[in-house]
Each structure stands twice: as C-alpha cells, then as structure tokens.
C-alpha cells in the first residue's frame, strides 16, 4: 500500500496491453493512440510510450500545444493535431514534423503560408464533415478544399496524407449514412487528383463493432485506459484492463449517533448509530460533486457508500460497524476485477460516463505510474 495521501496510480503495462489486443481485434495496417486532454487524465507521454510499445504507430491529439508537449518530451512518432483556433501558429507544428487536421478552406491557405514561412512541406490531413457537425468540411465544399490542397501539393507547399471524420455512435443507420457520406469524401480527394496514405473514421466503439469503418487507420482513445465504451459490455468483456485506480488514505474516522446530519445541507442523515471516514478527496480533485449518496469507494477491499455532499477536499464515506482507521487504503476505482469499483460505477452515480470520470482527475493528484514499457522506436 502506497503512503500517498491521495494519487492515481497509472499502470502503464496495461496501456500497452490493451493498445496490442485491440490491434490483433481490429487489424487495421496504422493504430492511432488518441492522448488528448492529457491522455484522458492518465498523463499525455506516459501514455504515448507505452502506446506505441503496444503496437500503435501513430498518436493523435486535439491541439498543438499538446502536441507541441509530446515532442518536448522526446517523443517523435507520426502526430496529428486537429482542432485549431484562428491564430494557431501552424509554422510550429510544421516545424516540429506534426500532422495538421484542416477542417476549412481558410486553415488549408494559412497551413500553405506557414508552410512557405518556414521552408517545409506541411503534412496535412483534411477532417470532413459526415454528419457529427462539428469541425470538418461541409460535404458543398469538398471540391473546392480538396482542390486547393492539391494545387498546394503540386506546388509542394502541402502533403495531403489523408482524410478523416468522426461517427456520431447514434444508431446503426446513422453510422451507415456517415460511412456512405465518408466513401462520397474519399471519391471526393481522388477526383481532385489527391493519392491518400490514410483514411480514418473509427474510434474504439466503432473499430470493435462497424468494421466498415476501419478503413486504412482507426483512433483508439477510451479503448487504450482499458474503459468500455459501450453500456452493454465491460472492459473485462472486451479483454481490457483499466489503467487508472484512484485512491486515498483515511483522513478521519468519527463516531456519529442515528439522526447526525453529514456534510453540508444535511443531504444525507444517518438512520442509525455508524462510523464516518473521511476521504481527503472532493470536486478539486475530479471527484463528482454528482455522485454524492450514490457511489461505492473499497476501503481495505469492502465496499461502502459515499454519504452526504462531496465537497472540495473532502467527502464521507458510511462504514457502519466494519473496523476502519485513519491511515486506511480507499480505492475510488480501479480494475473491478480487483474489487474496486469502476470508472462506468462512478459515471452512473453522476449521471455521466467513465470517460469524463478518469479525464476529470485534477492536477492536485498526483499520478505514479507502474509497469513502465520498453522503449519503442517513437521516443
């Protein structure tokens, strides 16, 4: 047992375990491990190494300050940024040999600028829109974008290196209209004269279940931290195991009789004589203020409900009559297999998903990580 007052405790072995049995499942020829918002909490390097110890040979992330920090930290493996604001210093990204996701005409003529600014082809990859409206090329502008990325690349200012989108995950027959729309923008490039090395549509939902999908490439996030994404199977049904496990030490214990009012505005009032202990963890922290008189933490492996508002720094937990003492190990969640409870426990406790759960945790806490990979050739 750790010392740690508070921590998440990051088992990178498992990043790579997961990155592999999802590669011998889907099968696709290029594995993009997808390392934004900081891994989804796990920590953005950490994360990519073991990724690509696993097998993935790409990395992908939201913005290029992220991966700006990858290559800051030694890593040098195929990138992908996609989502930019108008004054993004695209000379950088081109500089540090990162993929940039266009999404509009505009982005493609500055990628060309900074591209000449800086004496350098610009890799770029073209994001559409195939039903998600969100960024991405509306279907009406195809032809002129893909036009004018390939007028950029005869001229060598611009390497067209592929096309993606997103799926909506809504309903057999929206994914199938959003493969068909994604099919109309790959005709799209090649009839404006663009050779792709990459296609790429599905993220970890759609690449277990649409193989359609799957095209030359996929993007696998949830997948790789060893989370389901899906209501219907657990990460234990999908071969994963969950890479983070959120954890404490007992801060407190008290002695309450029935009718005590816990934690603010007495939310939660105890029916009987029980023992309270105090967990040094709140909604600084990640801990959803939401799930207060719903989740389950396991102190010493015995589960027990969190009780009354969760504050801050802080939260109670209803022990009842089992032996509990300051100093005591409280896993939030981990790997069910273990006991704990699960990252999807907490989201249905607060009416959201795991990925918000484990993306959530604050810096406060600290991340210490175990089963470190063997280096790979992207570092």
Known sequence: MSSAFREAVIDLAAV?????????????RHTMAVVKANGYGHGAAPVARAALAGGADW???????????????????PLLAWLHGPDTDFAAGIAADIDLGLSSAAQVRQAAGAALSVGRTASVQ?????????????EADWAE???????????????VRGVFSHLANTSPADDESALLSFDRGLEAAATAGLTLDLAHLASTAAALRLPAARHTMVRLGIGIYGQ???????????????????RGRVAAVRQVAAGAGVSYDYLWRAATDTTLALVPLGYADGV?????????????????????????DQFLVDVGAVPVAVGDDVVLFGDPSTGAPSAAEWGAAAGTINYDIVTRVGSRVPRRY???????AGE
């Open 370 to 376: 175990v089963g470190a990979p063997a280096k790979s």
């Open 288 to 312: 959803p203020r939401q799930a207060m008189n719903a989740a389950f933490v396991a102190i010493n492996g015995v589960r027990h409900p969190v009780v009354g508002r969760i504050a801050m």
């Open 228 to 246: 389901s994404p899906f209501d219907d199977a657990d990460s234990a049904a999908l071969g994963l195991i969950p890479a983070m496990t959120l």
């Open 16 to 28: 790579q375990a997961n990155v592999a049995h999802l590669r011998s499942l889907i099968g696709t």
């Open 126 to 138: 073209i994001k559409i829109e195939t039903g998600l409206n969100r960024n991405g090329v509306d």
């Open 59 to 77: 990395l992908g992330v939201a913005d290029l300050d992220e991966a700006l920090a990858l290559r800051a930290a030694g890593i040098d493996a």
């Open 145 to 159: 974008v893909f036009g004018l990325a390939a007028a950029f690349e005869r001229v060598g200012r611009l390497r």
